[in-house]
T-cell receptor
Framework: DAGVTQSPTHLIKTRGQQVTLRCSPK?????VSWYQQALGQGPQFIFQ???????QRGNFPDRFSGHQFPNYSSELNVNALLLGDSALYLC?????????????FGPGTRLTVT | DAKTTQPTSMDCAEGRAANLPCNHS???????VYWYRQIHSQGPQYIIH???NNETNEMASLIITEDRKSSTLILPHATLRDTAVYYC???????????FGKGTLLTVNP
């Protein structure tokens, strides 16, 4: 049973560029959430997608956007990259949304902005 | 979601039980207690969650006090691979996100 997968593993971008990160949920899961984890901090919620729509959003600017595809996979896009966007980006999947449904995390994508 | 309080760090001897406490005195009736752990630079790993009753799975046991204001995660036989940051999270039934605090760094010593 495949777990949550993310690509790429590592990425280096320059300030002002745009980046797309990808996530495939655990088999059978229909909901994908994205988190940002800065060095030494706990993960911070960016947004969640269910049925191809954004259901909830954290305190992140509009430069952060996402998409969910009919096969439940998801992309996170970040425009106009800033140095402060350097972080580990985590994808988590669940069967359904809401507090009763545990989220399973992928290994993350390490983004470095120079 | 209710705020949680955890010790910054704890030590445990290999082979002994590790008991990680969490205080969530403002928890409300429809909020779940979740535990995750994160080994350095890896994605958080789901451990267990519960609402009111104690829960046990292949990884750990979760003991929730009767008033639900605190809980304890028990790793019955800690190994060196259990060294990680452990996060206690309270999450509402209608809330989609997990809100991570600073967690407890558990160090298992040989």
């Amino acid at each position: 049973d495949a777990g949550v997968t993310q690509s790429p593993t590592h990425l280096i971008k320059t300030r002002g560029q745009q980046v797309t990160l990808r996530c495939s949920p655990k088999s059978g899961h229909d909901t994908v959430s994205w988190y940002q984890q800065a060095l030494g901090q706990g993960p911070q919620f960016i947004f969640q997608y269910y049925e191809e729509e954004e259901r909830q959003r954290g305190n992140f600017p509009d430069r952060f956007s996402g998409h969910q595809f009919p096969n439940y996979s998801s992309e996170l896009n970040v425009n106009a990259l800033l140095l402060g966007d350097s972080a580990l980006y985590l994808c988590a999947s669940s069967l359904g949304s809401g507090g009763a449904h545990e989220q399973y995390f992928g290994p993350g994508t390490r983004l470095t902005v120079t | 979601d209710a705020k949680t309080t955890q010790p910054t760090s704890m030590d445990c001897a290999e082979g002994r039980a590790a008991n990680l406490p969490c205080n969530h005195s403002t928890i409300s009736g429809n909020e779940y207690v979740y535990w995750y752990r994160q080994i350095h630079s890896q994605g958080p790993q789901y451990i267990i969650h519960g609402l009111k009753n104690n829960e046990t799975n292949e990884m750990a046991s979760l003991i929730i006090t009767e008033d639900r204001k605190s809980s304890t995660l028990i790793l019955p036989h800690a190994t060196l691979r259990d060294t990680a940051v452990y996060y206690c999270i309270v999450r509402g039934g209608s809330n989609y996100k997990l809100t991570f605090g600073k967690g407890t760094l558990l160090t298992v010593n040989p």
